[in-house]
């Protein structure tokens, strides 16, 4: 079965401080790795993806970090403000196949 | 430009009747996929359509869910004698030609 591991399944983290959330894969098929943000009642948007081939992509205070051979990558928050206070999910895709599967979610929480 | 737009946004419905919930996806998005979530099992894909060829139907928890998708565009979730277990947040999602999924808010389903 395809699935993605992903920990701490809750997080609390203070004004300006820095949120990492973890994820770990199995089907060395996945070649599209995307993290979404959910705030309540609305549908996940997506934040920022990577693909195998870069180890790490940046977009503002978001960080994907990347390990092909350990099959794992990991969302770094810098700066953390209330307003990134959401769930997080990560997600892998075979390209091949175009159906994510998703991590189990992480709800951030950044206090003021 | 507008996003994905699902109705209704909640639908309750007794147990053993059906329901029929609707996306309509980012115009000029070739791509359409149907996901659940609910707290028991996360999100789940359910049901992908890529232009004019055969959906991939894999997801589909049993044959009591079906769906069409009419001229490239609306696509339709239908869930015949609705179960307890059916109730979760359905999310419609859709994409141009790359790997970038994009959400839609979901319609909520209560089955009572």
């Known amino acids: 079965q395809q699935q993605v591991k992903q920990s701490p399944q809750s997080l609390i983290v203070q004004k300006g401080g820095i949120s990492i959330i973890n994820c770990a894969y199995e089907?060395?098929?996945?070649?599209?790795f995307p993290w979404y943000q959910q705030f309540p009642g609305k549908g996940p948007a997506l934040l920022i993806a990577?693909?195998?081939?870069?180890s790490e992509k940046k977009e503002g205070r978001f960080t994907i970090s990347f390990n092909k051979s350990a099959k794992q990558f990991s969302l770094h928050i810098m700066d953390s403000q209330p307003g990134d206070s959401a769930t997080y999910f990560c997600?892998?895709?075979?390209?091949?196949?175009?159906?994510?599967?998703f991590g189990s979610g992480t709800r951030l929480q950044v206090q003021p | 430009g507008a996003g994905v737009s699902q109705s209704p946004s909640n639908k309750v419905t007794e147990k053993g009747k059906d329901v029929e919930l609707r996306c309509d996806p980012i115009s000029g998005h070739t791509a359409l996929y149907w996901y659940r979530q609910s707290l028991g099992q996360g999100l789940e894909f359910l049901i992908y359509?890529?232009?004019?060829?055969?959906?991939?139907k894999s997801g589909l928890p049993s044959d009591r869910f079906s769906a069409e998708r009419t001229g490239g565009s609306v696509s339709t979730l239908t869930i015949q004698r609705t179960q307890q277990e059916d109730s979760a947040v359905y999310l419609c999602a859709s994409s141009l030609a790359g790997d970038e999924q994009y959400f839609g808010p979901g319609t909520r389903l209560t089955v009572t």
């Open positions: 089907n060395t098929a996945f070649d599209y």
């Open positions: 359509f890529q232009g004019n060829s055969a959906p991939d």
């Open positions: 997600a892998s895709l075979n390209t091949g196949r175009r159906a994510l599967t």
């Open positions: 990577i693909r195998p081939d870069v």
